[in-house]
């Protein structure tokens, strides 16, 4: 491991002073991932900015909304009881990452940042990966894809994003908010992530120094119906192979709202957009969310290995909302 400086700041505007005084600084929260990056030589900055001082809250905004600390541990986010019981699909998407000794350690804000677990952007001596080292190409194209994109790769990265708790985000209409040189301002979650396209080393729209500070989720009865789904290759520690995010809001027996989100599946937790239009006034019936996941995957550019994805993900769309229809039935 490269040799570092390590600062502790008190807070947030020590924090960004801190950050300021090296363009190879990085914001330390958990660490639960960029201390493994740092291992593998993945990541090499000189100087860490040590946030876990800074305060952590969860608060119930006036309109029934939350305001969470991007210092918040996932572990405590996930046993909020405002959490487990008006947004659902948070809690257990959260529950179905990592293990509990990861989720005690690891933030929110540090969640937002992960980095993706693709095997080809790890392998520093042996693999070509233009998110790590821009302009050298990709070797996961062509190679072993099992767990990579099939929604908005491009022809220089075919990478995934690995968090659930992003999903579970993306559905609910979070927003977050930073601060930085600048000042603050507020991106909405489905905005923060980014498409490799031409890019793939970039992405977020975080701009340099700056620091998550919070994530607000706004009030939604639509939210307390909600549900997060995971399937992957072993029942715990294991990265999506799909997920799916999904709200739903019935009245007399038609789709008066909808909300899908799906991992595992792009660079970015992906916000099915498509599927939600085609949904809204529709009947519910298994055969109107086949269908609906149908126009959502009709963009999926597959590689060898993992067209399976296409159809899986069909499937789990279509078995989340006919859950969530006949609870709400």
Request: with cysteine; aromatic share 6%.
């Amino acid at each position: 491991m490269k040799p570092f400086t390590y600062m502790r700041p008190t807070d947030g505007t020590e924090a960004l002073s801190l950050a300021a005084m090296s363009k190879q600084a990085r914001f330390l929260g958990g660490g639960t991932n960029l201390v493994d990056l740092m291992r593998q030589h993945v990541e090499t900055p000189d100087e860490l900015v040590d946030v876990t001082r800074l305060r952590g809250n969860i608060k119930e905004t006036t309109s029934g909304g939350l305001l969470i600390g991007a210092a918040v541990r996932n572990s405590t986010l996930a046993a909020h009881p405002h959490v487990r019981q008006n947004f659902p699909v948070l809690s257990r998407a959260l529950l179905s990452g990592a293990s509990a000794q990861i989720r005690n350690m690891a933030t929110v804000g540090g969640n937002i940042m992960q980095r993706t677990r693709c095997s080809y952007f790890y392998d520093v001596t042996g693999a070509r990966c233009n998110k790590r080292n821009p302009g050298v190409g990709c070797d996961a194209i062509g190679g072993f894809t099992r767990y990579h994109a099939v929604l908005g790769a491009s022809e220089h990265c075919v990478a995934t994003h690995p968090s659930d708790m992003c999903v579970a985000l993306a559905a609910l209409d979070a927003t977050v908010h930073v601060a930085g040189p600048d000042g603050d301002r507020s991106v909405p979650i489905t905005e923060f992530h980014v498409l490799p396209g031409d890019h793939p080393e970039v992405e977020t729209v975080l701009r340099s120094g700056e620091l998550i500070t919070a994530v607000e989720i706004p009030a939604s009865t639509m939210a307390a119906r909600s549900e997060y789904r995971k399937v992957r290759d072993r029942s715990s520690y294991a990265f999506a192979l799909v997920s799916v995010a999904g709200a739903i809001e019935i009245a007399q027996g038609t789709i008066a709202d909808v909300r899908i989100a799906l991992g595992g599946v792009a660079a970015k937790p992906w916000r099915a957009a498509r599927a939600e239009e085609f949904l809204r006034g529709k009947e519910v019936s298994h055969e109107q969310f086949l269908d609906a996941a149908e126009s959502e995957l009709a963009a999926a550019r597959p590689l060898e290995g993992n067209r399976f994805k296409i159809e899986l993900a069909k499937r789990t769309i279509a078995a989340v909302l006919g859950d969530l229809a006949r609870d709400a039935a």
